[in-house]
């Protein structure tokens, strides 16, 4: 069984490895899922083609809508001025002087309003830039800031994010975007507020050295200050739509669980589960209205061929994205049927009998190991979901509670230095791992902190 067990890891270890040199995870996680077949002495073609491949396939279907919905509802409100518009509007209300919190409310009100992380961060940028060399900030504090308003509280903490580490445990758990809504809203205004702390101290720290904004930085965007944006009340539109929508046809009486009857969906498209796609179908729908207003609010900027190459670059991107993510899925379930499985998941459980808490754990080491929160997370509710599910409902604890755990823990380790989205605004801010990850990783550590003793404190209270 050792051997069993080193197979795993070994194969684990070399997807991280060849993910962190830059290879396609597309190409390297079917490679190393039949090594570590091969070495556990299991059939190759058969875990292949009907484990690795129908799983794969089965989280496309399950989640591409929303990568690719979401993507274009991001590339528009890039195009239309709309994510520009609002980072400036917040940067001028609230005002050099807090430019800490000004970089922090735009990139919190975008992502929680349903645009992308990789969005905001051109978006923000430009203008976090601006007002922290006129308030003579450091710019090396700038990719922790982005960092702690993206992708903490508003990504996974906070109820009712469209963002997708929101939505994946909805479909294992049977839960919606709102589960757990009190929990959620006290853990993410902890991390909030330690984050702030945490940043405004090292900040005043930086200045009281004497260390400003610096000279010589690569990537220094140009601001144009006579560029006509749109008014910011129209801007913002379009994200109170998606947010306000995927409110009602989630959890008022138009939600889309009433929308066809229950004989329709069991016999005719058998969903069984109905309350797995209700959030998936709540979220398509407001993201879809969410495109519309995008649209609505500036087609004046859509003219030429802006709009056509705007959704071909939003649909590779997320094409991209979701087989990228579903690889790793086909890795898990490939992984969780060789004989040294067992050994692996009796010792991350054993840490704990606790489901809350063996899932804090699972859920933020793999994230943290594959350098995605989506991916990670999903990897372990693929493989352990249903463990835990089980543990729930043998001791009466509310499903709920998984989720927003999972969600939650799922956002942690995910920005270790091999992970994508850290290495890509690391690149967009013009900055390198030396000047900046140290306040990325202070952060990273505190979420998953927070993350792991909220599973602890449920444990005690459910």
């Not at 309003?113 to 923000?124: E, I």
């Not at 913002?236 to 989630?250: A, E, G, Q, R, S």
Request: hydrophobic share 50%; charged share 10%.
């Amino acid at each position: 069984m050792f051997i069993e067990v080193i197979a795993i890891l070994f194969s684990l270890g070399l997807l991280i490895f060849l993910a962190y040199r830059g290879f396609p995870v597309i190409v390297i996680a079917p490679i190393v899922t039949l090594l570590a077949v091969a070495l556990s002495g299991m059939a190759l073609l058969p875990s292949y083609t009907e484990v690795y491949m129908p799983n794969l396939a089965n989280y496309i279907k399950t989640w591409f809508p929303i990568f690719i919905l979401g993507a274009v509802f991001g590339k528009l409100m890039e195009l239309n001025g709309g994510t520009a518009s609002i980072a400036k509007k917040i940067m001028d209300i609230v005002g050099v002087k807090r430019a800490l919190l000004a970089t922090i409310l735009a990139c919190s009100i975008l992502t929680y309003g349903g645009v992308s992380l990789f969005v905001v961060v051109f978006a923000v940028y430009p203008f976090a830039a601006a007002v922290f060399r006129e308030a003579n900030i450091p710019k090396r504090f700038i990719p922790a800031v982005i960092v702690l308003g993206g992708c903490t509280y508003t990504m996974d903490a906070f109820p009712g994010t469209p963002q997708i580490q929101n939505i994946i445990p909805t479909n294992y758990f049977g839960t919606d975007a709102y589960a757990a809504p009190i929990t959620g809203l006290v853990a993410g205004t902890i991390i909030f507020s330690l984050g702030y702390l945490w940043l405004s101290r090292r900040i005043k720290k930086a200045n009281l050295a004497g260390e400003g904004y610096g000279e010589g930085h690569k990537n220094e965007p140009v601001v144009n200050p006579d560029e006509k944006l749109i008014n910011f009340w129209v801007a913002i539109i379009p994200l109170v739509v998606v947010v306000v929508l995927n409110f009602v046809f989630t959890k008022t009486r138009w939600s889309v669980s009433n929308w066809y009857t229950p004989e329709l969906l069991q016999e005719t498209f058998k969903v069984e589960n109905l309350s797995s796609v209700t959030s998936t179908w709540a979220l398509i729908v407001a993201l879809v209205f969410g495109i519309i207003a995008a649209l609505l609010i500036n087609i004046k900027a859509f003219t030429g061929s802006k709009l056509s190459s705007g959704l071909t670059v939003a649909a590779g991107g997320s094409l991209l994205a979701v087989f990228n993510v579903a690889s790793e899925v086909g890795f898990g379930n490939v992984v969780k049927t060789l004989p040294g499985f067992e050994v692996i998941r009796n010792g991350i459980t054993g840490v704990s009998s606790h489901p809350l808490i063996s899932e804090s754990i699972a859920v933020n080491v793999l994230a943290g190991v594959v350098g995605s929160s989506s991916g990670g997370m999903s990897i372990a509710l693929e493989v352990m979901g249903q463990h835990y599910l089980n543990l729930a409902n043998s001791i009466g604890m509310n499903p709920e509670f998984l989720h927003r755990v999972a969600s939650m823990s799922a956002g942690g380790l995910d920005s270790l230095p091999h992970s994508g989205a850290t290495i890509t605004i690391l690149a967009i801010c013009g900055l390198t791992h030396r000047q900046s990850y140290g306040d990325i990783f202070a952060i990273t550590i505190m979420k998953a902190i927070v993350a792991f003793s909220t599973a602890v404190i449920l444990s005690f209270i459910v």
